[in-house]
């Protein structure tokens, strides 16, 4: 049986699930180890679906670049998605969209 070793390496969701596993081992003292995994698994998803897309739209198409752009979405997955969340919650993202629109005259 032969592994294809690069193929592994290219995968953006393996890539991503170690970025995740090093912030879930290293960077959640405390956390239970069903929460460290649900993290893995969610950092692993997260960079699956996006380090292609931000690759392709920062014009960084060679494979090494898409394997790290996986490994720091799996890194930084979480702490991207509650700070994004912190943003709809305190009324910041409302505020911002407001901006966006014309005042209404009345």
Do not use: C, Q
């Not at 698994?41 to 394997?67: I, K, R, T």
């Not at 752009?69 to 890194?75: D, K, R, S």
Request: glycine residues 10%; hydrophobic residues 55%; aromatic residues 10%.
């Amino acid at each position: 049986m032969d592994i294809d070793t690069e193929k592994i390496a290219g995968n953006p969701f393996f890539v991503g699930a170690l970025g995740a596993l090093v912030t879930a081992l290293k960077f959640t003292p405390g956390a239970a180890w069903w929460e460290r995994l649900i993290n893995v698994l969610a950092g692993s998803v997260m960079a699956g679906f996006l380090s292609p897309a931000l690759v392709h739209w920062l014009g960084l198409e060679a494979p090494h670049y898409a394997s790290g752009a996986a490994f720091l979405v799996g890194l930084l997955g979480m702490s991207l998605a509650a700070a994004a969340l912190e943003w709809v919650r305190d009324g910041s993202m409302r505020r911002m969209v407001e901006s966006w629109l014309p005042a209404r005259k009345e």
